[in-house]
């Protein structure tokens, strides 16, 4: 992963921590105030690497192509599904970071050209 590629992506993995740190300074204090708090300071940082992995997985076995035809094609859809792919990259963070070290280290562009 570059740093360029880490910077461009940090920002939608910060906003969550972002909103758990005012929940946690503007309201009392719970346990499950406290646990959200921690979990996303942990994903928070790992989001790019997450995305990162999600989608050299997808392109070992597709193409570049299919993510912009059909189904996946420019439209207003695709912003909901895309807030989906997010979400789910937050929530999963830490485990497909950990799953990242057991996958080849080429970034999406570096596979098409396999």
Request: aromatic share 18%; proline share 4%; with cysteine.
């Amino acid at each position: 992963m570059t740093t360029k590629y880490y910077l461009r992506n940090i920002f939608w993995g910060l906003i969550p921590v972002a909103i758990m740190i005012y929940d946690w300074m503007t309201k009392q204090h719970t346990d499950k105030q406290l646990f959200m708090l921690v979990f996303s300071l942990i994903s928070g940082p790992l989001f790019p690497l997450s995305k990162l992995t999600i989608e050299t997985i997808a392109l070992k076995f597709t193409k570049k192509e299919f993510w912009h035809k059909g189904f996946f094609k420019e439209d207003i859809g695709k912003n909901g599904l895309r807030a989906i792919f997010w979400l789910f990259c937050f929530v999963f963070a830490i485990p497909i970071s950990i799953m990242s070290l057991f996958i080849s280290k080429k970034g999406p562009d570096e596979i098409l050209a396999d």
